[in-house]
């Protein structure tokens, strides 16, 4: 599967962006989607996940309540809805795809087995 991150761009503190992944390939149904960030001098690190179906979201403990996930596999996309968004949010942020067991999920980066090209988010304050 081949993932295009998109929706990206400047934005100031408490402002919103909703960032897409559209997906190409066969099978889409069969991946748990995620997000991570990859802020300048820090690891790559989980933001949210959801499983195949949509049903089951997972956050970091500090982004919950103000980021949201969401799938339609319908349309092969998944989406990163941040609010209040906050000058530490600022960092290249990547969606992946890991051929999971059904409905389960992992916050560990090689764990994934695609991946976006990333879209940078900065929040200025």
């Known amino acids: 599967v081949q993932l295009q991150a998109s929706g990206g761009g400047l934005v100031q503190a408490g402002g919103s962006l909703r960032l897409s992944c559209a997906a190409s390939g066969r099978y889409f149904m069969s991946y748990t989607m995620a997000w991570f960030r990859q802020a300048p001098g820090k690891e790559r690190e989980f933001v949210a996940a959801t499983t195949q179906s949509g049903r089951k979201t997972y956050y970091a403990d500090s982004l919950k309540g103000r980021f949201t996930i969401s799938r339609d596999n319908a349309k092969n996309m998944v989406y990163l809805q941040m609010t209040n968004l906050k000058p530490e949010d600022t960092a290249v942020y990547y969606c992946?795809?890991?051929?999971?067991?059904?409905?389960?999920?992992?916050?560990?980066?090689?764990?994934?087995?695609?991946w976006g090209q990333g879209t940078q988010v900065t929040v200025s304050s």
């Open positions: 992946a795809a890991d051929d999971a067991r059904p409905e389960m999920y992992t916050t560990v980066p090689d764990a994934y087995d695609y």
